[in-house]
């Protein structure tokens, strides 16, 4: 059985389909409900990925120097720096960036770091993100052994991580101990 498409009188119409307004109201209700819910907790997540990922480069920095200390027997340093400058030193703040330098050896137990030789550098975070340490430390030093220099600095180093409108326990510090061991640590803001 089938129809003939020419003559239009052999199609029937069953009824409208669609939507009625009411069920579309309903379903907007719905889902602007639904969005308001799911936001912020969105935006939770996002923020806490990216101070996460900000706690990890740390990290990072922090192990390649490390290594390199050993590997190579001699001390390597991360300190913040102005990574944007086309000759970066190891003179400003952990917001501007950071870097993993080779140093001199009778460097240690000075409060400055005489960099020999830059291995990596990593940029500033972004803008709304801040880093910062409370005893105002400006590098981590590790000697070879792989153990921090411990005659600059208060022990253990803490590099705070922060949001501007960061919210509950989603802030992030990096420890470092005396034995050159760091973690990331997640903190209430």
């Known amino acids: 059985m089938g129809f003939n498409i020419k003559d239009p009188g052999n199609v029937k119409l069953t009824g409208q389909r669609g939507f009625t307004v009411l069920e579309l109201m309903i379903a907007i209700a719905l889902l602007a409900i639904l969005l308001s819910v799911a936001v912020p907790s969105f935006i939770a997540a996002i923020q806490n990925n990216r101070l996460a990922s900000q706690g ?3 990290i990072t920095a922090l192990q390649v120097a490390r290594s390199e200390a050993l590997k190579r027997s001699r001390p390597y340093a991360v300190c913040a720096s102005d990574t944007s400058e086309a000759s970066p030193t190891c003179d400003g703040s952990w917001e501007e960036g950071w870097m993993v330098v080779s140093e001199a050896v009778g460097s240690q137990g000075s409060g400055s770091v005489t960099a020999v030789e830059i291995i990596r550098l990593w940029p500033a975070p972004p803008d709304e993100m801040t ?10 030093r590790y000697l070879e052994r792989g153990d921090v220099d411990t005659s600059v600095g208060t022990f ?10 960061c919210t509950r326990d ?15 640590e997640r903190v209430d803001c």
Request: hydrophobic share 40%; net charge neutral; charged share 25%.
């Open 56 to 58: 990890n480069e740390l």
């Open 131 to 140: 880093i910062e340490s409370p005893n105002s430390e400006t590098f981590v």
């Open 156 to 165: 253990p180093i803490n590099l705070e991580i922060r949001l501007d409108k």
């Open 170 to 184: 989603s802030a992030r510090n990096v420890r470092v101990s005396a034995t050159g061991r760091a973690v990331v």
